[in-house]
């Protein structure tokens, strides 16, 4: 048994979710896949996955052989890339989670990434929540605000500030508010939590410290792009983050108020599993938010405090 191969088919069974998908996407002949899959389990003496009608789920044993599996093959990939020429140096498939509003900001940047490493295949899910590494097969995820203990590593990345914004032609109608108390006499669309239910209090600097308001709103929401869609209705003021916000700004379709009173907003982190050897995929992605981070805070002037 070729046990390489054999891995990277449970790999992509794990990530695509069904055994057809899994063997589409690797070229095997019509029932291969199944007989590979099989005797693997036989070679390790354990069922890594439980067959349905519609898709496969990865047993307890299933989802410790692919923590260390995914570990072998990317340094494996690491160790070619090294020993191969330049044009391989970086390939693979890199799988990466995103908040929706981020994945959106680097989108226009992304093509120009793929083309300096060739070899480079990348998937990104765009979520809004803490990674499932291993259930969702990622080598990487962005996350903004406190990142509980997962056993990964998270690297700052800097803090993104939270804006408040409306339309010119909501602020024509109701006039500016030039304090926090004067919140309470404007319409606010809000943001409930989806893991609490709880609405989501939005965040000022007042005399130095930072203090909560929570907006009563006629108008509530989970999702921030469906909020963004919202406020062009001219219905309110709302506070969002500004990495999602800022095209609309740089254009003046949104403006900022209460600037004075802005908070320094939550801090992101790039997290991954801990490599003895980080994959080079890994590096280079690395480097590519890192750069598009730095731009971005270099065109907003944002300082952490």
Request: glycine fraction near 8%; charged fraction near 25%.
């Amino acid at each position: 048994m070729d046990h390489l191969r054999a891995m990277r088919l449970f790999l992509r069974i794990a990530e695509l979710g069904t055994l057809t998908a899994a063997s589409t996407d690797l070229g095997y002949a019509k029932g291969a896949a199944s007989a590979t899959l099989a005797e693997l389990e036989s070679y390790l003496g354990v069922q890594l996955v439980e067959r349905t009608t519609r898709r496969l789920r990865i047993t307890e044993d299933g989802l410790l052989y692919l923590e260390r599996a995914r570990r072998i093959l990317a340094e494996v990939e690491d160790m070619e890339a090294e020993i191969g020429s330049a044009e391989r140096a970086v390939r693979g498939t890199l799988r990466v989670q995103l908040p929706a509003g981020i994945a959106r900001l680097i989108a226009p940047d992304l093509p120009a990434f793929m083309a300096e490493h060739p070899g480079l295949s990348l998937e990104i899910l765009s979520r809004n929540e803490l990674p499932d590494f291993v259930g969702q097969g990622l080598d990487a995820a962005v996350y903004v605000g406190e990142v509980p203990d997962l056993g990964v590593v998270a690297r700052p990345i800097g803090r993104l500030p939270m804006l408040t914004v409306a339309t010119p032609e909501y602020l024509a109608r109701h006039g500016t508010p030039q304090s926090v108390e004067d919140l309470k006499t404007h319409q606010c669309i809000g943001f409930r939590s989806p893991r609490s239910g709880e609405q989501m209090g939005w965040r000022f600097m007042v005399n130095g410290q930072e203090v909560s308001f929570v907006p009563v709103s006629r108008l509530t929401f989970e999702a921030a792009d469906a909020a963004r869609a919202a406020i062009f209705g001219h219905g309110g003021l709302m506070q969002i983050g500004s990495y999602i916000v800022y095209r609309q700004i740089r254009n003046g379709t949104l403006v900022t108020v209460l600037d004075e009173f802005r908070a320094a907003g939550g801090m992101a982190h790039l997290l991954h599993p801990r490599h003895r050897h980080k994959p080079r995929k890994l590096k280079v992605f690395e480097d590519f938010i890192l750069s598009q981070n730095r731009d971005f805070r270099r065109r907003w002037n944002i300082r952490d405090t």
